[in-house]
C-alpha cells in the first residue's frame, strides 16, 4: 500500500509569486490534514478535510492561503502570493477514520521564499 | 490554549544505553497521543499511538506510558542504536482531529 506522497519535494521561488503544493493520501482515507513547520518552530496544523469538505481551517495563517480537495481524493495547497515567512515544511497527513486512529504523514514538501 | 513541551532538547549518548525522552503538556483532556520518529529531511514515522484511557504502548525496543492527569508521556528506548539517531516528536490530540506537535528532542547514538 502506497503511502501518502507530497509533490513538489522541494519548492524555491520569489517573493510575490504563486506556489501550489500537493498532496496524495493514502487510498481510502477520508481524512486528509496540511501542518507546516517554519524555521526553529513546532509543527502546526494548518486544516483538514473530511472528504471533500474544510472541517477545521483555523490554521490557515491567511488569505493568502488557499486549499482544495476536488472529489475527495488528492488535495492542493496554494500560495499567493508567497512572502518570506511562508518559508518552512508543509507536511500532508491522512487518515482513514477520524479520533482514534494514527495520522500517517507525507515526506514534506521544503518551500524556500527568497 | 494546549502547549506542548520536550526535553530535553537535545540528547547525545553512547550505543547501548536506556533513554527516556520525555514530554509534557499542559491540558489533560485529550483523545490521545502519539509519537513520531523524523530523520533528516524525511517525513514522520508514526512510532506509537496511546489512547487517553491507555497508561502505555510497547512496540519492539520502545515502551510508551501516559499519564494524563498529570499531563506527561515519556518514550523509553531500550538498548540504544545508533540507527535511532533522529529527532523525536511528541504530539496531542486534543479532539477528534488535529495534532499539537512538541518542539522535539534531537537525539544521537554514537558508536
Known amino acids: 500500500e502506497a503511502g501518502v506522497t507530497q509533490f513538489p519535494s522541494h519548492s524555491v521561488i520569489e517573493k510575490g509569486q504563486t506556489v501550489t503544493l500537493r498532496c496524495d493520501p493514502i487510498?481510502?482515507?477520508?481524512?486528509l490534514y496540511w501542518y507546516r513547520r517554519v524555521m526553529g518552530k513546532e509543527i502546526k496544523f494548518l486544516l483538514h478535510?473530511?472528504?471533500?469538505?474544510?472541517?477545521?481551517e483555523s490554521g490557515m495563517p491567511n488569505n493568502r492561503f488557499l486549499a482544495e480537495r476536488t472529489g475527495g481524493t488528492y488535495s492542493t495547497l496554494k500560495v499567493q502570493p508567497a512572502e518570506l515567512e511562508d518559508s518552512g515544511v508543509y507536511f500532508c497527513?491522512?487518515?482513514?477514520?477520524?479520533?482514534?486512529?494514527?495520522?500517517?504523514f507525507g515526506p514534506g514538501t521544503r518551500l524556500l521564499v527568497l | 490554549k494546549q502547549e506542548v513541551t520536550q526535553i530535553p532538547a537535545a540528547l547525545s549518548v553512547p550505543e547501548g544505553e536506556n533513554l527516556v525522552l520525555n514530554c509534557s503538556f499542559t491540558?489533560?483532556?485529550?483523545?490521545?497521543l502519539q509519537w513520531f520518529r523524523q530523520d533528516p529531511g524525511k517525513g514522520l514515522t508514526s512510532l506509537l499511538l496511546?489512547?487517553?484511557?491507555?497508561r502505555e504502548q510497547t512496540s519492539g525496543r520502545l515502551n510508551a506510558s501516559l499519564d494524563k492527569s498529570s499531563g506527561r508521556s515519556t518514550l523509553y528506548i531500550a538498548a540504544s542504536q545508533p540507527g535511532d539517531s533522529a529527532t523525536y516528536l511528541c504530539a496531542v490530540r486534543p479532539g477528534a482531529d488535529k495534532l499539537i506537535f512538541g518542539t522535539g528532542t534531537r537525539l544521537q547514538v554514537f558508536p
Open positions: 497527513a491522512s487518515s482513514k477514520n477520524r479520533g482514534q486512529e494514527t495520522q500517517y
Open positions: 478535510f473530511v472528504k471533500e469538505s474544510k472541517q477545521d
Open positions: 487510498s481510502g482515507h477520508d481524512n
Open positions: 491540558d489533560s483532556a485529550i483523545y490521545n
Open positions: 496511546i489512547q487517553s484511557s491507555q
